[in-house]
């Protein structure tokens, strides 16, 4: 079984409002580096189980918007390829992360 690699970007949003939430957006790639189209980018929020799910794209993009800040659960799943969790994003704008 291959393994999903991602890259992961969380980008505060600081427009409008100011309602205190963030984007988490990456991309997906495999062993190899190649981009992994239609993986599904399961976010849970640690402290609530509040769940949002993504696709990525073509490019193998994903992007979650307005998530409140906290800890979060990132699972990738895509056919052919071992579920890869990761355990550690943290979403604020001072907790800049990228998975490797």
Excluded at 33 to 54: E, H, L, R, W
Excluded at 79 to 86: D, E, L, N, R, V
Aim: net charge positive; glycine share 8%; hydrophobic share 35%.
């Amino acid at each position: 079984m291959h393994r999903l690699i991602a890259l992961l970007c969380l980008a505060a949003t600081t427009a409008l409002a100011q309602i205190g939430t963030s984007t988490m957006t990456g991309r997906v790639t495999d062993s190899t580096g190649a981009t992994v189209p239609n993986c599904t980018v399961v976010i849970v929020q640690k402290g609530t189980n509040f769940t949002f799910t993504a696709k990525s794209n073509q490019e193998g993009i994903y992007r979650a918007p307005s998530l409140q800040p906290g800890q979060y659960r990132v699972t990738f799943e895509s056919q052919g390829f071992k579920p890869s969790p990761w355990t550690q994003p943290c979403v604020s704008a001072k907790c800049p992360s990228r998975l490797k």
